[in-house]
């Protein structure tokens, strides 16, 4: 059964930092691409980054670019979002997401894991 565990989050003041981890396991596919979105509440879950598992090339949300980094660790399936800066708004819960080869879009989620930043 694939599983995806994120972890990482927590309570940061304005202007700091948080490191955020996705270890995905129970694999039989081949990944495309990982990555992140992020629901506050009352809003609609919205993209953050992604990462594409072979290539290495990014692709990542306005509002987080140049704060916010995406890397991998293949042999291990895991992800990781490196947020610098940050501010009230990118308080939600993060969410990881794989999405596997020959799908048109993403099919795994993790649990969630809670990004507050406080002002």
């Known amino acids: 059964q694939v599983q995806l565990v994120e972890s990482g989050g927590g309570l940061v003041q304005a202007g700091g930092s948080l490191r955020l981890s996705c270890a995905a396991s129970g694999l039989t596919f081949s990944t495309y691409r990982m990555g992140w979105f992020r629901q506050a509440p009352g809003k609609e879950r919205e993209f953050v980054v992604a990462?594409?598992?072979?290539?290495?090339?990014?692709d990542y949300a306005d509002s987080v670019k140049g704060r916010f980094t995406i890397s991998k660790d293949n042999a291990n399936n895991t992800v990781y979002l490196q947020m610098h800066s940050l501010k009230p708004e990118d308080t939600a819960v993060y969410y990881c997401?794989?999405?596997?080869?020959?799908?048109?879009?993403?099919?795994?989620w993790g649990q969630g894991t809670q990004v507050t930043v406080s002002s």
């Open positions: 990462i594409n598992w072979s290539s290495g090339s990014t």
């Open positions: 997401a794989l999405h596997k080869r020959g799908t048109p879009q993403f099919d795994y």
